[in-house]
């Protein structure tokens, strides 16, 4: 895995060490907007299992739960299929108890480069962080804090949807690690629109 992280990473060190030689030879190399992005994932581990008084249960997982981010979006004017986007957001997972507010969040920070196959396709590699990880027991079950690290995110998206996969692991207070991998679907929005 790390040898795969290191071979993602030279293709987007060479974009960014681009960036300079493209602005220098134009004003407008570089067209910026504003990014929005949500979506709902699925996967991982299953970290904690509720119990209801009629009978039923809920499993939560490492890798679920639904987000929202902002960021950029930056499009390069001399290498039209070339893209780059940055967002961080929350992620959020919550049970379906009424009497209890069991929480499970994250602060997921993504940097991608995509390849623009045509104006409507697009295919994106690259890297996820996600910080702040937090499962929240509101005094049912204890409070867990993880440590976050560093994974690979892949996107196919066509238009505003895209179908996801991130491959990431959480560690425990106990230095157990927990795979918080999960697949999803997206929906991204930039302005301006042109």
Same mark, same amino acid.
């Given at each position: 895995?790390?040898?795969?992280?290191?071979?993602?990473?030279?293709?987007?060190?060479?974009?960014?060490?681009?960036?300079?030689?493209?602005?220098?030879?134009?004003?407008?190399?570089?067209?910026?907007?504003?990014?929005?992005?949500?979506?709902?994932?699925?996967?991982?581990?299953?970290?904690?299992?509720?119990?209801?008084?009629?009978?039923?249960?809920?499993?939560?997982?490492?890798?679920?739960?639904?987000?929202?981010?902002?960021?950029?979006?930056?499009?390069?004017?001399?290498?039209?299929?070339?893209?780059?986007?940055?967002? &961080?957001?929350?992620?959020?997972?919550?049970?379906?108890?009424?009497? #209890? $507010?069991?929480?499970?969040?994250? *602060?997921?920070? /993504?940097?991608?480069?995509?390849?623009?196959?045509?104006?409507?396709?697009?295919?994106?590699?690259?890297?996820?962080?996600?910080?702040?990880?937090?499962?929240?027991?509101?005094?049912?079950?204890?409070?867990?804090?993880?440590?976050?690290?560093?994974?690979?995110?892949?996107?196919?998206?066509?238009?505003?949807?895209?179908?996801?996969?991130?491959? &990431?692991?959480?560690?425990?207070?106990?230095?157990?690690?927990?795979? #918080? $991998?999960?697949?999803?679907?997206? *929906?991204?929005? /930039?302005?301006?629109?042109?």
């Amino acid at each position: 895995m790390n040898l795969f992280k290191c071979l993602l990473a030279i293709p987007l060190m060479v974009f960014l060490w681009s960036i300079p030689t493209f602005s220098q030879e134009s004003n407008n190399s570089i067209t910026a907007k504003f990014l929005v992005e949500g979506g709902i994932e699925f996967g991982g581990d299953e970290i904690l299992k509720v119990f209801f008084t009629n009978g039923e249960d809920q499993t939560m997982r490492a890798g679920q739960g639904g987000y929202l981010a902002l960021g950029g979006q930056f499009q390069m004017t001399k290498v039209k299929p070339l893209m780059l986007r940055a967002a &961080i957001g929350l992620k959020y997972n919550t049970t379906a108890a009424e009497n #209890a $507010n069991i929480r499970f969040t994250r *602060v997921p920070i /993504t940097l991608i480069p995509y390849w623009n196959i045509n104006e409507d396709i697009r295919l994106g590699i690259g890297i996820s962080s996600h910080q702040s990880v937090r499962l929240k027991g509101d005094g049912f079950v204890p409070d867990v804090d993880f440590t976050g690290s560093f994974g690979t995110r892949v996107e196919f998206g066509y238009k505003w949807v895209a179908l996801t996969y991130t491959s &990431i692991k959480y560690t425990d207070e106990l230095n157990k690690s927990v795979s #918080a $991998n999960s697949v999803g679907i997206s *929906v991204s929005f /930039t302005f301006p629109n042109k």
